[in-house]
């Protein structure tokens, strides 16, 4: 089976009148092993990264604030969370989640983070309900570790993955696309390698057509030894933050072209859910479900699994 990588602290206590859906890690986890797909056999739990990790995508002082709590009014304004503790046991989790993820696909072809995709925290300060950004400090982890010599991050969640591009913007062997909404958040775009706007409203076809070619030139330009994919769902037609204009059925077209697309080239590739935002926050889980059965789906006829075993990050 597939490697899933989840954890409980995920999901911690979070008031639930935020705009912010925290329950829905734990609710897509339900829903997996509901469905067959997450089982004690394929799923993996990380723990906490280390800080020499962490600091290879962000400021020491930074992190240290985080940590301790001594963030500024303004910069928890600008994160957007509530600070707690189990905040900061999370957020020390997740980044470890998608590196671990992104060594279980480089073993087994594909494995899936069931969270992840923090793409707004720039090396000095969160943004957007972003504290620490997993895509960048899994890129250039297992480029420092020699696990790679080429990393593409395709993002494909409605917002631009500001972040991502400015940590990595000197970093010539992690390519980073985004295709997002150009008038949605952030306002001041940064500039990824590859940046692609839809515009506001696009509907099925013409999004889909533009993922298409984007992924291809991203690949060609790329030349990459993993894929880390950012499946964001907040492109769902009804997402309040979203801006665009697609369907559920165009969501379920996106993974599989994304997945199939990686899997007839040979490349690895470890996906993140991105971004989603539903009041109905069990509809939001299923969304964020697409990814992983489209991965089942694409991957199920040749898929080898392997023996489960601990990895070190």
Known sequence: MIPLVAHPQYSYPFPASHRFPMEKFGL????????????????????????????????????????????????????????SEGLVRRTLISPNGTLLTAKLALQNGIACHLAGGTHHAHRDFASGFCILNDLAIAALTLLAQKKVTRVLI??????????????????????????????????????????????????????????????????????????????????YEHDPLGLLNISLAGIRARDRMILQACKNRGLPVATVIGGGYDDDREALARRHAIVTEEAFAVWAAHFQPQKNRVLTC
């Open 28 to 83: 897509l986890q339900e829903y997996l092993r509901q469905k067959s797909l997450a089982t004690e056999a394929n799923t993996y739990r990380p723990g906490s990264a280390r800080m020499d990790v962490l600091e290879l995508a962000h400021c020491p002082d930074y992190l240290r604030r985080f940590i301790h709590n001594s963030q500024s009014a303004a910069e928890i304004r600008r994160m957007g969370l509530p600070w």
């Open 154 to 235: 395709f993002d494909c969640d409605v917002h631009q993955g500001d972040g991502t591009a400015t940590i990595l913007a000197h970093e010539p062997r992690a390519f980073t696309c985004s295709v997002h909404c150009e008038k949605n958040f952030p306002v001041r775009k940064a500039s990824s390698d590859l940046d692609v706007n839809i515009a506001k409203g696009a509907t099925d076809d013409e999004y889909l057509s533009r993922v298409h070619e984007s992924f291809d030139l991203a690949v060609d330009a790329a030349k990459p030894d993993l894929v880390l994919y950012d499946a964001g769902v907040d492109i």
